[in-house]
Structures are given as C-alpha cells and as structure tokens.
C-alpha cells in the first residue's frame, strides 16, 4: 500500500513545480490590469565620469540587469534624485542607452523618448522596443554640471515593465559621491570638452 501513495505524491509534487516553473516565466497581472515583473530587475550599480564638484562634461551610469525570469520586458525606467542640497540638471537630448557595462559595452539601444516631470524633476527613459530580459543595460545622463557642494548624491531608479497599465517597482539608489577639487581640476574638463 506504501508504493502507489509514494507514487501520487510523487506526481503531486511534480504538477506542483511544473505549475511554479510556468508562473515564474509569466508576468503577473491583476484583475485591474496593472502588469507586475515577476522578477523585477535590479540595480548592479552608478558611476560617473568626473566626480568633482562644478565639473563639465560628466557623465552618469546607472547599469540594470534584467533577469531571465522577469516575465515581461523592460519599458520604461525613472531615475529620481533624492532630497539634496544641489538638484542636478540633465541635458535629456544627450541621454543614452546601451547592451552590458561602461567597461564592457554592447551594442546602442534604442530610447523612444526622456523626459522630465517638472515637480518631481524624475528623469524617464521609455525604450522602444522594450528590451527583453536577460539583458544587462547601462543609462547615461548627461548632466549640464557636476554638483556645487561635495558630498553624496542619491538617485533612486524605477523600472516598468511593458503594458497599458505598468506599475513600478523601485530598485534602489545609485550612490554618486563628488569631491572639492583644485582650480586644475575644475578648468581641465571644461578645456577638454571644447576641443574633442
């Protein structure tokens, strides 16, 4: 009698993880048509360029990787300072977007459009077409000018999945840290950046 209630259980089971394995490689949506990740992305990390006070030319990365199992791609990501002393303000029309890390780089993606909520001051990047999971991506802004007053700047970045009703799920911040510099330090970037 032990052998066939070992081998229901045995089948039960394995329904169980067939069934798991299918939701895992699904997004989730509710009834009122929101459209979760089913695993959301997450932020690897930020960097930048120059990391001076006052300094011209920088750039800022925020790399994303986009897990196999996410369920839906990747539309839409917000990047949103937190309450700081310095707002950064960014030239969106130099924004852009590419395949794998700012030290392994992969091939340009296409961004639909940036843009930015005035009272928030939220930069958005819409992707077109979204991109697919099991991608790592890397965002760079172009700041108009590094930060006035050192310290540590926090970013904190949304992502958005594909679909009419997408909610957004926070992945953390990206920790920027800017340094007082030497008068070299200050003029050297804005000297480079006019002749290249």
Same mark, same amino acid.
């Given at each position: 009698?032990?052998?066939?209630y ?26 009122d048509?929101? *459209?979760?990740? @089913?695993q959301? %992305?997450? &932020?690897?990390?930020?960097?930048t360029?120059y990391n =001076?006070v ?15 199992n ?19 303000r960014?030239?969106l ?8 890390t ?8 296409k961004?639909?459009d ?7 001051n939220? *930069?958005?990047? @819409?992707?077109e %077409?979204? &991109? ?7 965002? =760079? ?11 540590v ?5 949304t992502?958005?999945?594909s ?6 799920q ?6 920027l840290?800017?340094y007082?510099g030497?008068?070299d ?6 000297f ?5």
């Open positions: 009698m032990r052998v066939p070992i081998l229901s259980t045995t089948i039960a089971l394995g329904v169980t993880l067939a069934t798991s394995s299918i939701n895992l490689s699904q997004a989730v949506q509710l009834r048509g929101k *459209v979760y990740f @089913t959301p %992305p997450y &932020l690897l990390g930020a960097k360029t =001076g006052n300094m011209w030319g920088a750039k800022y990365y925020f790399t994303i990787n986009i897990p196999e996410a369920g839906e791609p990747l539309q839409k990501i917000t990047i949103n300072q937190r309450d700081a002393i310095v707002h950064v960014f030239d029309e130099d924004s852009f977007a590419f395949e794998g700012p030290s392994d780089r992969g091939q340009k993606l961004i639909q940036v843009t930015r909520d005035r009272e928030t939220a *930069v958005s990047i @819409t992707f %077409p979204p &991109l697919r999971p099991g991608q790592t991506v890397t965002i =760079g802004l172009q700041p108009k000018q590094n930060p006035s007053v050192p310290g700047y926090l970013f904190g970045v992502a958005f999945p679909g009419e009703q997408p909610h957004g926070f992945l953390g911040y990206g920790r840290q800017f007082g030497d008068i330090s200050y003029f050297f970037p804005r480079y950046r006019s002749w290249r």
